[in-house]
Every structure is written in C-alpha cells, then in structure tokens.
C-alpha cells in the first residue's frame, strides 16, 4: 500500500481538519476505487501514531481489503459488531491497528446502524481515533455496507477524487449519495497520482492546433520533449 509522505501539504490539511471539528470517528471514501482513499486512510492513521495517539482502522471495503502478511492474521477468528469479538479480533501492525472486514463473520448486523453506532461507542473507549475505510460510493454489490449504516458514528467524512479519473458529474453523484445516506461535515480531498504529467498534457494540446500553427507546435514540442521534468509523475 502507498503512503502519502509526511511533509505533503494535502496530509497536513486533512488532519488540521479533523483536529478542529474534534471529530474522532471519520469515514475515508472514494468515488469509483483506485482514487487513493485507503492510501490516504493509512497515512493519516500512521501520522497520528507518530503523535502518541491510538488509531483503529476498520476495513469495510470488500472491493479493495487491506492486504495483511499472513502472520499478522493466524490467530483472527470471526467477528461481528454485535458483541465484544469485534474488540478482540483487532490486528496490531507496525503502523496501525486493523480490523479487517476479511474476517466479519455477519454482514447484516453491520447493516444496522444502531449496532455500529454502539460498537463504536464501545471502541472510542480504547482508541482516540477510528478511521472507517469504505467501499467506494458510486460501486454497490452485496458484500458493501451500505453507507447509511455510518449516519450515527460518523463525525465526517474525507471523500477522495482524482484529476484525470474523476469528472463532475460523478463528484456531483457520489456528494448526493453521502448526503442521501445522512453522512455530514463531507470534506473533499483531490488527488493526483491519475493525473497525466504537465509536458504528456501540454504536448497533447499542442497536436491540437497543429494544423493551425504546425512550425510553432513542432517547434514547442520538441523543447517541452526535452525538458524531462515535465515528464515525471506526481
């Protein structure tokens, strides 16, 4: 899994965030997947560690799961919300705690958002901070939990979207799903990993007016293919 590094600005905002809302549970979602949510999930996590705070991480995304060694889950039995097994299922890492949603033995009761509601009641006693990593808003199937589910927990909700994945009109659906659900505080993160280099960008736009201007557009690109920094990826 990719960490974001620690003196990124976007890292510092979001936990400035969470810091002034005094939010201590909090709900990381993408759009569609592969926008960065869990990458950012953990980082947060790991930063607030490094601050001597105790972080609980629950996987509830069974499109895209926390990938554990696998001596980090022999001794993991089934679990559920429902009752104190959740609380003794937790996996220790060298980042963070985990439990993870491989393991939930009863989907339903997850379902119900009295239920979570009280287990992460129960939680909040041992941990100063629990971070929910969902499935992505705009993706169901059956093994999602539905978000509505978090309405009570929650105390905001970090929703990632990426430059050159993303468009409008799906930031616009997946808000309204979140708002539709009862999540609130909904603060947008943008990523840009999916983001094409500035020269691939500017070269592209270049070949689009070469036929109006082909001696200038030739010219400018063969100076941008030489500048290789506009080449690497953010």
């Known amino acids: 899994m990719k960490m974001i590094p620690s003196q990124y600005q976007e890292l510092e905002a979001v936990c400035n965030e969470i810091d002034n809302l005094k939010a201590r549970c909090i709900c990381f979602i993408s759009l569609t997947g592969s926008e960065g949510s869990t990458s950012l999930c953990t980082s947060v996590a790991t930063r607030l560690c490094n601050q001597s705070k105790k972080v609980l991480i629950i996987d509830l995304n069974p499109i895209s799961p926390f990938k554990l060694d696998q001596n980090q889950s022999t001794d993991v039995g089934p679990w559920c919300f429902s009752d104190i097994s959740c609380q003794l299922n937790i996996i220790s890492t060298d980042h963070v705690d985990i439990l993870t949603m491989q393991h939930l033995n009863e989907l339903e009761s997850v379902k119900n958002k009295s239920i979570l509601n009280d287990a ?8 100063d901070y629990v971070f929910i990593d969902m499935s992505p808003a705009l993706k169901c199937n059956r093994g999602n939990v539905p978000l509505h589910a ?5 105390d ?3 929703l990632t979207v990426s430059l050159g994945l993303n468009d409008e009109e799906a930031l616009c659906h997946g808000i309204t799903n979140l708002e539709q659900a009862g999540l609130t505080e909904i603060k947008i993160v943008v990523a840009q990993h999916n983001f094409a280099p500035l020269g691939t960008r500017l070269i592209e736009s270049l070949k689009t ?9 030739n010219y400018l690109i063969n100076k941008i293919i030489k500048q290789r920094w506009l080449f690497t990826a953010y």
Not at 120 to 127: D, F, G, L, T, V
């Open 120 to 127: 992460i009641e129960r939680i909040k006693q041992e941990y």
């Open 150 to 154: 978090l309405s009570l927990c929650t």
């Open 156 to 158: 905001m909700t970090f």
């Open 209 to 217: 007016r070469q036929h109006k201007w082909p001696k200038l557009s």
